[in-house]
Structures are given as structure tokens and as C-alpha cells.
């Protein structure tokens, strides 16, 4: 069994990624539904939360049946990271995870997220900051290192474990390659490999199949696997998994039917979050998403965003339901 701190995650635990204006908690819901064993809010700025920036302070909103749920961190002060670690536990997540790895350039190019690699004395003390703030299991998200000549992720995950840290998730890629090019987890297998190491690692990076799940499980012997952009309009990721492993078969893809009613789901949840206006809005970039490979889906596409009232983006959801299952007859 993999566990952190207390939580029990079972024996092969399947993490849903902190993405940005993705994982929210209308998000996280549809991904629970389906089977994912461990989730993160999207990161959270810690200069917003100290300075109660509206946007940050929600994102700190978790829901009981989300657990077990981490509440996702990153910034570039030591000590402000540790003040607004102190402020996320107040909202009892169940562990406090720290970003390293995100490349994005209005975060790395501020020092936060994957900048820290380039500075690992920083990352260190910010860590130990963040792990004496709270009670809480504290865990790192981070990238192989911050290009081809600095993957210094064997040394970095020592002392990070050595500080309290009490899991890891390695993405297979540097800040420099972004997400261009292949995931390399042959590090991340090396991480399982070290006698010194005893917390759980997770590996990440182009996981999009049941397949591609089990052989790198096999391969790389990780703990876990975290998912992120293979999510996206398909929640249903995390149980199809599972059944493969179970069964060495696919589950049958979604239906039309399926499909609605999940995206109805999320639709639900985001107004009941954000609100009738900030809801329908932000569920824009799903639909494309949930409805991926359907021939001629354009025209609904085109109504499903222009539509501001959730009865008319009912009805055009119950449309799509006839007449793409009319189609598959």
C-alpha cells in the first residue's frame, strides 16, 4: 500500500495533476466520479494569499468528498511561502503539495515553480519553511532539472526527503524542453532505485492510455502515476486504467449519452461554484473537449459557447444526446 503521512492510497494510487483554470473543484468532481485516488487544486500563489487576493483565496475551497485532496503552492519568498502554507492548512487539506515544476514563463520568470531549480539551496530552505508551517504531510511536485546540463533531480530528492517531505512527483521533462518532446522517466525509475529514498515517487508525463499506464508501471517500478493534459474531456482516464490493469481490456468508450451527462455534471457544479455568469463562461473550454472525434460537431460547438442560460445549454446538450446517438445507429 502507498501511503503519505496517514492517507492510504492504496497500492497503485492514480493522481489527478494540478492544471491552471482546469483542475477547480467542478473539475475534480467529474475525476473523482470516475476514479481518481488523489487530487490537487490548481497552484495557488503564495504573494496572493498573503495578500488575500480574491481569485487565490478560492482556490483554497475543497469539498469532503474530494478527499484524500492536496491544496497546490508556489512562490518565490521563503518566508511568505511558509506564512501561506500556514494559511492553506487552515482550510484542512490533507497534505500541502509545493510546485517546482511549473515552466511557464510569468512563473519561472518571477522565481517561483520550476526557477527554484536553478537554485537549490532556495528550494531547500523554502521547503523546510513550508514543512515546519503546518502539520500536515507536505509533498513536492518538480521536473527533472532545469535543462540537459542541470538534471540534478537524484541529488535534489535526498535532500528534499531529508527536510520532511514525505512524497515526490517527478515530471519526466526539464523546464527548458516545457512540454515539447518525450517525457524521460529512466530518472525517475533511478529515484525508485535508491536504497536512500523510502517515500512514495509518482511519475508524470504523456500518460494519455491504459497501456501506456501499465508499461511504465512495469518499467519505471513508480509508486504512482499522476496525470494531467490526458484529463482534459476525459475524466472517465482514471477507471479505464484501473479496469486494464484488473483485466488486461479497454473499457468500452463513452457513450453519447455518457458523455452529456458528465459534461452536464460539470456544467452544474460550475455554476453552483462560480456562479451563473463566471460558470457558463468558464465551461467554454470544455465542450470541445468532452465531444472530441464527433464528426460535424462544430455547429453544436458554436451554440454551446454563445448560449449564456444553463436551460438553453441543457436543451442543446439534450440535441446533441438524439442526434449523435441517432448517427451511431
Request: net charge neutral; with cysteine.
Amino acid at each position: 500500500m502507498v501511503r503519505i503521512g496517514n492517507i492510504d492510497l492504496g497500492a497503485f494510487p492514480l493522481l489527478l495533476a494540478p492544471m491552471e483554470d482546469v483542475s477547480d473543484p467542478p473539475f475534480r468532481a467529474v475525476c473523482k466520479e470516475n476514479g481518481a485516488d488523489l487530487m490537487y487544486t490548481e497552484f495557488i500563489s503564495s504573494e496572493g494569499l498573503i495578500r488575500d487576493a480574491a481569485k487565490s483565496r478560492q482556490k483554497l475551497d475543497i469539498f469532503e468528498y474530494e478527499r484524500p485532496i492536496g491544496i497546490q503552492l508556489f512562490g518565490s519568498d521563503v518566508q511568505t511561502m511558509g506564512a501561506c502554507s500556514a494559511i492553506a492548512t487552515q482550510a484542512n487539506p490533507d497534505l500541502i503539495d509545493i510546485n517546482y515544476g511549473c515552466p511557464v514563463k510569468n512563473v519561472a520568470c518571477k522565481g517561483a515553480g520550476a526557477a527554484l531549480l536553478q537554485d537549490i539551496p532556495k528550494m531547500v530552505k523554502m521547503t523546510e519553511a513550508v514543512v515546519k508551517s503546518t502539520h500536515l504531510p507536505v509533498t513536492v511536485k518538480t521536473r527533472l532539472g532545469w535543462d540537459d546540463t542541470t538534471k540534478n533531480i537524484l541529488e535534489v530528492a535526498e535532500q528534499l526527503q531529508d527536510i520532511g517531505i514525505q512524497a515526490l512527483t517527478v515530471h519526466g521533462r526539464t523546464r527548458v524542453q516545457m512540454y515539447k518532446g518525450a517525457a524521460d522517466w529512466t530518472l525517475i525509475a533511478r529515484l525508485k532505485e535508491n536504497p536512500r529514498l523510502h517515500i512514495p515517487i509518482f511519475g508524470n508525463g504523456d500518460i494519455d492510455s491504459p497501456e501506456k499506464a501499465l508499461e511504465y508501471k512495469n518499467r519505471y517500478g513508480v509508486d504512482g502515476i499522476m496525470i494531467g493534459r490526458a484529463t482534459i474531456g476525459n475524466p472517465w482516464i482514471f477507471n479505464d486504467i484501473k479496469h486494464y490493469f484488473r483485466t488486461g481490456e479497454r473499457m468500452a468508450p463513452p457513450t453519447i449519452s455518457e458523455r452529456v451527462d458528465t459534461c452536464r455534471r460539470h456544467l452544474e457544479f460550475s455554476i453552483k461554484w462560480k456562479g451563473p455568469v463566471l460558470g457558463i463562461f468558464e465551461m467554454r473550454r470544455h465542450y470541445t473537449n468532452y465531444f472530441r472525434g464527433l464528426e460535424h460537431f462544430k455547429p453544436y460547438r458554436m451554440r454551446l459557447v454563445e448560449a449564456m442560460r444553463f436551460e438553453e445549454l441543457n436543451e442543446i446538450l439534450e440535441e446533441i444526446t438524439h442526434h449523435f446517438s441517432e448517427a451511431v445507429c
